[in-house]
């Protein structure tokens, strides 16, 4: 009697058990029929998955003869990596590089237009796109799926681009190490591996009381860059990408969605690590901040890195100078005080209570310069370096910012303010610590009337920065006030909007002190003016920028400035909205949300300007085409749009070169800034931006 033959089991491509459809493989082709015929890629990461956990139910029993691996230890301690991926060859029927090396199978993952399948982890991805069709990348999309060569060229080609724009704003890593492990991850294609294959995913330690930093690449890390080189990288296949989807561009939104997908399955928000934290810190600015947008994900990563440096004690001063590993000390140190900046803005700007307190850290800016002798040496005895002038005074100028906003997120985003309105006390409090701020560091943090050739792009986007977050507050204090009221005028039950030029009076049956009432209007007036200068000051901060393209390079970091003072100017029918459209029509070629922004400052300044609006030209609509040189109406022109001007004209009116513009809302008196200010300003170094890197995240 003739035995049956086995049945064929756990055979199919991840594909055809997606699709539920029936695996035919065909003989001499890397591809099964079903893949061939859709023309997608046919990987078998499930199968390679299922086979291991099998393997690992039946342990061989230790013998004379059996010897322990070394690199069990490192397997064990990686969750996020199935064990067919660490070094194993996988039983694909591909005889290409993918099959032995994760980390081309991560890349292969991340750079293919196709619903998502499994994990680096053990598990699967979820399913986020399964019943629909696969998306067209177009004629280069198509290549990356079948020629693993060029995937690799264009991975290099993302990171190139994260390390040279975005790494000069937000220098993390250490780029000759990132591009070291990266060519040791690729065997066979820069350079030879330094690592055993096992350990290529290794998770870094962090034994009680003991810091560490991990020197093989992390996937999640890798996704992360990835991610952030798409959205500024200018490769053919990205900018096909922008031009099929109106300056919308699908495959950085994926790349970001899949480096998230990579995120979680690591467990970068569970476990406290010094790699983790830098994780985290990258991927915040890449979320959606759009409240509308389902796919958003708004200060999740951003507090999982504040708790991870809270459980590590980076914010305590002892902790940070007992790091014998110099390296290691100046990223944790620029980590905290990144996270320390961006959760009080992001806090005070989208309206929350922020995580860290003014009384959660004695850590100094620049305990990253201490030199230590020796690990054995006592924190409490080491001298303190003296900063650098100049990255003092940055420093200092964001912290004390810092602190101002922390002072807005516990006077304003309380439900008790919004219920009976802001007490007066308060806002005086706050609008006396802006003013505070103002008089001792705008002089010397914000952008002044030099000559353009004096400062270049880190120079420019600092001082902008710094300028526009002061008058961002201004912004957010004034719509707050507007939105909730005054306490003591709600009670006297006076209400009056902001943007009323009526004088305050009381009813009837209530009866103010004139005197009180007198002061009210003032500080109405005041607030009013302030955030109506501040809105056109950041105008023309948009504008330098725009002009210059920078913009186009920004990683998030004049955002949400644009966006408030933009709204702030539409509701009042200033014509310098234009100004802030075209700013967000350029940040909406790495940021999607700010061309929905730009529509949305477009609808408004329609209402409320009428026949007088004056809109981009529909060339500007597409959201990637160049500005520099271009030809842009002259919003600071006194009437107006009454004349047409090179832009380039138009940066030197606003670096004191050309003719002045009107000073009804000047930043500072004809003439400029006074002298005594100019002569405290010390421009920050060439080569290095100032510490102060004031982002809102994305």
Not at 187 to 215: D, I, M, N, Q, W
Not at 327 to 356: E, G, I, N
Not at 570 to 598: H, K, M, N, W
Request: hydrophobic residues 35%; contains cysteine.
């Amino acid at each position: 009697m003739a035995v049956p033959a086995p049945r064929r089991q756990n055979v199919a491509c991840d594909q055809c058990r997606n699709r539920k459809v029936k695996c035919n493989p065909i003989p001499g082709q890397d591809r099964c029929q079903h893949c061939l015929q859709k023309n997608i890629s046919c990987t078998h990461i499930i199968q390679a998955t299922t086979i291991e956990q099998r393997r690992r139910k039946v342990r061989p029993r230790g013998g004379s003869g059996s010897e322990s691996r070394p690199s069990a230890p490192a397997e064990a301690a990686s969750p996020a990596v199935p064990r067919a991926l660490n070094g194993k060859k996988s039983p694909s029927r591909s005889n290409s590089l993918s099959a032995t090396s994760p980390t081309v199978q991560l890349i292969q993952y991340l750079l293919t237009p196709e619903p998502v399948h499994a994990v680096p982890g053990g598990s699967t991805y979820k399913d986020t796109a399964q019943s629909g069709p696969v998306e067209d990348w177009g004629e280069y999309g198509a290549r990356l799926v079948e020629d693993e060569a060029y995937r690799i060229e264009f991975t290099w080609n993302l990171v190139e681009a994260y390390f040279q724009i975005c790494h000069a704003r937000l220098p993390f890593l250490n780029p000759d190490d990132f591009r070291s492990s990266l060519r040791a991850a690729l065997p066979g294609y820069e350079g030879s591996p330094f690592t055993t294959p096992s350990a290529t995913f290794s998770h870094p330690s962090f034994p009680p009381g003991k810091l560490s930093r991990s020197r093989v690449l992390q996937p999640a890390l890798l996704a992360t860059v990835l991610a952030w080189g798409a959205k500024f990288a200018e490769h053919p296949i990205l900018s096909q990408d922008r031009q099929a989807n109106g300056g919308r561009s699908r495959i950085a939104r994926s790349l970001v969605r899949k480096a998230r997908e990579v995120a979680e399955s690591e467990k970068i928000h569970r476990w406290p690590t010094a790699d983790n934290v830098v994780v985290a810190l990258l991927l915040e600015p890449l979320q959606s901040q759009n409240t509308n947008d389902p796919d958003g994900c708004r200060a999740f990563w951003l507090n999982c890195a504040i708790r991870h440096l809270m459980d590590l004690h980076i914010n305590n001063r002892a902790t940070v100078l007992s790091i014998p590993d110099a390296d290691l000390r100046c990223t944790m140190v620029f980590s905290f005080w990144m996270a320390c900046f961006a959760d009080a803005y992001s806090a005070v700007y989208f309206r929350r209570k922020p995580v860290l307190d003014d009384d959660d850290y004695n850590v100094n800016f620049w305990h990253f310069d201490i030199p230590l002798q020796s690990p054995s040496v006592k924190a409490a005895h080491l001298p303190l370096a003296p900063p650098q002038p100049e990255y003092a005074h940055w420093y200092a100028a964001a912290h004390d910012m810092t602190r101002v906003a922390r002072q807005m997120c516990r006077a304003l985003w309380i439900p008790q303010t919004e219920a009976e309105g802001v007490p007066y006390e308060k806002l005086l409090a706050i609008m006396q610590s802006l003013e505070d701020w103002r008089e001792e560091h705008l002089g010397r943090v914000g952008m002044h009337n030099f000559a353009q050739n004096e400062w270049g792009f880190l120079e420019a986007v600092s001082m902008c920065a710094s300028d526009a977050t002061y008058h961002t507050m201004w912004i957010i204090l004034f719509n707050a006030v507007e939105d909730f009221g005054i306490r003591e005028l709600r009670e006297a039950g006076i209400h009056a909007t902001m943007n009323s030029d009526s004088p305050l009076s009381s009813p009837a049956n209530v009866q103010l002190e004139s005197e009180s009432l007198a002061q009210f209007e003032k500080t109405r007036s005041t607030l009013q003016s302030e955030a109506g200068l501040g809105a056109l000051r950041i105008a023309e901060l948009i504008n330098i920028l725009t002009q210059q393209n920078y913009l186009r390079l920004d990683p998030n970091v004049m955002h949400f400035s644009a966006y408030a003072a933009g709204l702030h100017l539409a509701r009042i029918g200033r014509p310098e909205t234009v100004t802030c459209i075209l700013g967000l029509r350029q940040y909406g070629i790495a940021y999607e949300d700010a061309l929905d922004q730009a529509d949305e400052l477009e609808r408004v300044y329609r209402i409320n300007a009428g026949d007088a609006a004056h809109l981009p030209h529909e060339q500007y609509a597409q959201g990637f085409h160049p500005f520099a040189g271009s030809v842009a109406h002259d919003v600071f022109h006194p009437n107006g749009f009454a004349t047409d001007r090179s832009v380039i004209a138009g940066a030197e009116v606003l670096m004191g070169l050309g003719e002045q513009p009107s000073t009804e809302y000047s930043m500072y008196p004809p003439g400029g800034p006074s002298p005594h200010l100019m002569d405290q300003h010390t421009p920050p170094p060439g080569g290095n931006p100032p510490f102060s890197l004031m982002y809102s995240p994305q």
